[in-house]
């Protein structure tokens, strides 16, 4: 059998999956994740597999069963209900400055909608959105799944950039504030299967992570620091046939290129006793040596 291509600069599930790409598969992590609780936030580094993360939700609530054929998940009693997913990235909004980013979030909502076929009016941010979760639960039924990957970058692209950057990651922050107020209110939390953020940071002040909000924060939870990034086991087990190619092209034995991997890439932590995971993604001009 030929060897699945590896997944460079690949972050969407469905295409790694249908376009023979490797995955290394976490959806053992995803079924604990989504069996024991609905909300739910976790900060990695940029370029840690958050994105492919939040895909990779998206197909599975959306019971894309076909992809995840082999899969762990393939073989546990999840039960592949279809539910509609509003996905929100922020890698894709206009957050210039805060008048800008509530009209592209708006934008981005209509987005949403449109292949639903459901109508979306209100001229305020926070009102379109309680219509958007509304308007779907009331056409199919069923509970609404929420993703947002990158939620920060309005506040965080701004930050070092003097004062006046500061005031404008103040303002976007403010308009994020009530963005996110709108999963408490109890007619829209009422309607929601589950909802999942991502960011390379949590600020206290942004309102999905009040006192009063039931958000998990599993960024330093050592059930799931290996959720992202490849364990040592994974790395052998799944890239072993890459490595060894790698290795006699650098007229090195398997394990010194392997000691060599781990020197560059591995070394990151997610809790006090969790194992070491090695980033997914680095800098091209890294070079095994």
Request: glycine share 6%; hydrophobic share 40%.
């Amino acid at each position: 059998m030929a060897k699945k291509k590896l997944p460079v600069s690949i972050q969407t599930f469905a295409t790694m999956i249908e376009k023979n790409h490797l995955y290394v598969d976490k959806t053992a992590y995803i079924y604990k994740m989504l069996d024991e609780g609905m909300y739910y936030f976790l900060s990695r580094p940029r370029r840690f597999g958050k994105t492919l993360l939040v895909s990779t939700l998206k197909a599975l609530l959306e019971g894309r069963k076909e992809l995840f054929n082999g899969l762990w998940i393939d073989n546990s009693d999840w039960d592949w209900k279809p539910h509609p997913v509003v996905t929100i990235d922020f890698n894709g909004i206009d957050a210039t400055n805060a008048a800008t980013l509530e009209k592209s979030l708006m934008r981005a909502l209509d987005n949403i909608a449109k292949p639903y076929g459901i109508g979306n009016q209100p001229e305020i941010l926070t009102n379109k959105f309680v219509e958007l979760i509304a308007g779907l639960h009331n056409k199919y039924q069923e509970k609404i799944v929420v993703l947002v990957d990158e939620y920060d970058k309005p506040i965080v692209t701004h930050l070092g950039k003097g004062e006046a950057g500061l005031q404008i990651a103040r303002a976007n922050r403010e308009v994020l504030k009530k963005f996110f107020g709108v999963l408490k209110e109890a007619e829209v939390s009422a309607n929601l299967r589950f909802v999942f953020i991502t960011g390379i940071s949590k600020f206290s002040k942004v309102s999905i992570f009040s006192d009063s909000n039931n958000l998990e924060d599993l960024s330093m939870q050592s059930a799931y620091a290996e959720l992202l990034g490849y364990t040592e086991d994974e790395l052998t087990h799944y890239f072993k046939d890459y490595i060894a190619p790698l290795a006699a092209a650098k007229g090195q034995s398997y394990e010194e290129c392997l000691a060599n991997l781990r020197t560059w890439y591995n070394g990151y932590r997610f809790s006090e006793n969790a194992a070491k995971v090695y980033n997914p993604y680095t800098d091209w001009r890294h070079e095994v040596v």
